[in-house]
């Protein structure tokens, strides 16, 4: 029987879209979701639709085991691993900013390659399953912008982003990136193209006017307590100076600079590479909603950078050290040609390309 009661349809219609359609789920199929208090119960949910689907869930609940510390210092269990690994496909309810395949796998790199849904294993943002009315449409137009828009700046041109407040960066895309990847796996609304940009290509001034993850007590530094959704957007902007793809100079309210300071120069080597150019390609306001709570970056109308210390930035996102950082309302543009302005994505340019 059925967990769920009420609005029984509409929980049943987007769970089966996020594990027959965006997971890509068929009847014999074997599916793990992982849970944990805050979310045991769309676990269970998830889990008796796949059932009805005809896969064969299993639901593990880690919260015994990571709860204390919050999951910052959980090493890798081998039933767990055991699990993903011998699954056709796994999703993670645990909240992102406290879990990740990498911790579950016990090698880092395991975050990224499930982040760009190469091997089926997904992180689900289902805190509103019970509220979701999916616009099916919506979200596979999204994902398809993500992947054209990667497509497209792998042609190459030079890319700027500027924003009123007074951020203005470019990177030449083609020759001055070492990779540029489709963020698929965050379900069901988040998507976004993330550059990797070549050491030396990436110039220009990031003015922080949205939340950045050094306002998180991230990897285990006390910086703050971390308070959902607490975005801090009434500071004077954080800004940084980049050059040749490093920090070269910053400024703003005492605190952000300190966060910055203690992040960046925490690390060996230091976190000072500018690691990534994020174009979040969703314009779902379920995003800002639903998922980033803890922090509250990777928000809808914005272009994040991240700062970090990656030395493998042909292999991965992620490095040991990664810290993003929002801007708002960009003008992005890609060889003088608008890609986003207004709020609005320029898709008849980037679905024609």
């Known amino acids: 029987m059925l967990v769920y009661r009420k609005n029984t349809d509409k929980i049943r219609n987007s769970a089966e879209f996020i594990i ?12 793990v979701f992982i849970s944990d208090s805050v979310c045991r119960e769309n676990a269970f949910i998830l889990a008796d639709v796949s059932r009805e689907l005809g896969l064969n869930p299993v639901v593990i609940d880690i919260d015994s085991f990571g709860r204390d510390e919050r999951y910052l210092s959980m090493k890798a269990m081998m039933p767990l691993k055991a699990a993903i690994l011998a699954s056709d496909l796994t999703f993670m309810l645990t909240d992102q900013m406290l879990t990740d395949f990498g911790m579950f796998l016990g090698n880092s790199d395991e975050c990224d390659t499930a982040l760009l849904g190469a091997n089926r294993r997904f992180t689900l943002e289902a805190r509103g399953l019970k509220e979701w009315d999916l616009n099916r449409e919506e979200i596979l137009h999204y994902r398809e912008r993500t992947e054209r828009l990667a497509e497209l700046l792998r042609k190459g041109g030079l890319l ?4 009123e407040r007074g951020t203005s960066f470019e990177c030449e895309m083609g020759g001055g990136t070492e990779a540029i990847y489709p963020v698929m796996a965050i379900l069901p609304f988040y998507v976004e193209t993330a550059i990797i940009p070549k050491a030396g290509f990436f110039n220009g001034k990031l003015v922080v006017d949205g939340a950045s993850q050094c306002a998180y007590a991230q990897r285990g530094f006390p910086i703050r307590p971390a308070v959902p959704g607490h975005q801090e957007l009434y500071m004077e902007p954080l800004v940084i100076e980049i050059r040749d793809g490093g920090v070269s100079g910053y ?5 952000q600079v ?10 060996n080597p230091n976190a000072v590479l500018a690691d990534e150019i994020g174009i979040v390609t969703t314009t779902s306001p379920e995003n800002d909603r639903y998922g980033w709570l803890i922090d509250g970056t990777h928000q809808t109308h914005c272009v994040h950078v991240a700062l970090g210390n990656n030395d493998r930035r042909g292999e991965v996102i992620h490095a040991p050290e990664h810290c993003d950082f929002d801007m708002h309302n960009p003008t992005i543009t ?3 040609k608008v890609l986003y302005q207004n709020s609005l994505f320029n898709d008849a340019f980037i679905f024609k390309s």
Request: hydrophobic share 30%; glycine share 14%.
């Open 20 to 31: 027959a359609t965006l997971g890509g789920g068929k009847a014999g199929e074997n599916v």
């Open 160 to 163: 700027k982003v500027v924003t």
């Open 251 to 255: 400024s703003g309210p005492r605190i």
């Open 258 to 267: 300190e966060r910055l300071e203690k992040w960046m120069y925490s690390s």
């Open 334 to 336: 890609l060889k003088r």
